[in-house]
């Protein structure tokens, strides 16, 4: 049996725009592993009684801990905020940080699944320009990037050395 495997690559990375987000608040739970359902039906609970997140993003740290980070809009952020320190205010060995306001940008691209390194390309560009990234989410087809206030759209000027965006051919 033969298997064929194809590697697409650009030099420069075609995305299909950027998606910025402003006045977001973000939130980081730390929590031992072991309270995994506690946080899942609590953090369930929030979006059920305010509405969605905008991110919702974790990984394993460790001492067989859990970060979990939400971001959602800024004006539900105390709300937000009130519930949080609420669960959190009895849970042993649980931190809770809160970040705001802070904005999003997102992009996603024609090749993300069949590319590597998209990722990597994003956060090098954001690095060499001194851009402080807070948090990121990466889907197979889509980066997400949680920056400080006011960063957004200078990152995506930057950004756009790095990225192509196709533009349409409208003198047919």
């Not at 991110?55 to 460790?62: A, D, N, P, R, Y």
């Not at 993300?112 to 998209?118: A, E, H, T, V």
């Not at 949680?146 to 047919?172: C, G, W, Y």
């Amino acid at each position: 049996m033969v298997e064929t495997a194809a590697v697409y690559w650009e030099s420069k990375v075609r995305i299909y725009g950027f998606r910025e987000k402003i006045g977001l608040s973000l939130f980081t739970i730390i929590f031992p592993m072991n309270r995994l359902d506690y946080w899942g039906t609590h953090i369930q609970t929030m979006a059920e009684e305010e509405g969605v997140f905008d991110l919702v993003f974790s990984q394993e740290m460790v001492g067989e801990c859990i970060q979990l980070g939400m971001v959602f809009e800024e004006n539900a952020g105390g709300f937000h905020r009130q519930l949080l320190e609420r669960a959190a205010k009895n849970e042993d060995q649980t931190s809770l940080t809160g970040t705001l306001p802070v904005e999003m940008l997102s992009f996603h691209g024609p090749h993300f699944q069949d590319r590597y390194g998209i990722a990597s390309a994003a956060f090098d560009a954001l690095e060499k320009a001194d851009f402080e990234v807070l948090a990121s989410g990466c889907t197979g087809t889509s980066v997400y990037i949680v920056l400080p206030e006011n960063i957004a759209r200078p990152a995506v000027e930057h950004l756009t050395k790095t990225f192509i965006i196709p533009q349409a051919d409208h003198s047919l």
